[in-house]
Nanobody
């Protein structure tokens, strides 16, 4: 089992920045893919970024590329999402998730953290 706890959400004005954290416990994440997702009111949950913990390869949704950065700490038990140049359309509940590298689906999910961007 992997437990994930997100933090760092809040309210900012457009153009501002936030850094989300996802603290993982229960297992080491060397063989995992960690992802960030978000869900805006009335919309489907969407994937926005992922990192392969073994080699730190990163992937981004096109609309956040260049504004968001996913990273991990040296212990590889926390994943961050640095969000810059935030836009009102980034408003959503943000979730982190963990997937065993050989699996397509994400198995473990955090509880989510709210990000609100005002214009």
């Amino acid at each position: 089992q992997v437990q994930l706890v997100e933090s760092g959400g809040g309210s900012v004005q457009a153009g501002g920045s936030l850094r989300l954290s996802c603290a993982a416990s229960g297992r080491t994440l060397g063989n995992y893919r960690m992802g960030w997702f978000r869900q805006a009111p009335g919309k489907e949950r969407e994937w926005i970024s992922a990192i392969i913990m073994m080699d730190q390869r990163t992937y981004y949704l096109e609309s956040v590329k260049g504004r968001f950065t996913i990273s991990t700490n040296s212990a590889r038990n926390t994943v961050y999402l640095q969000m810059n140049s935030l836009k009102p359309e980034d408003t959503a509940v943000y979730y982190c998730a963990a997937a065993i590298l050989t699996h397509t689906d994400y198995t473990y999910w955090g509880q989510g953290t709210q990000v609100t961007v005002s214009s």
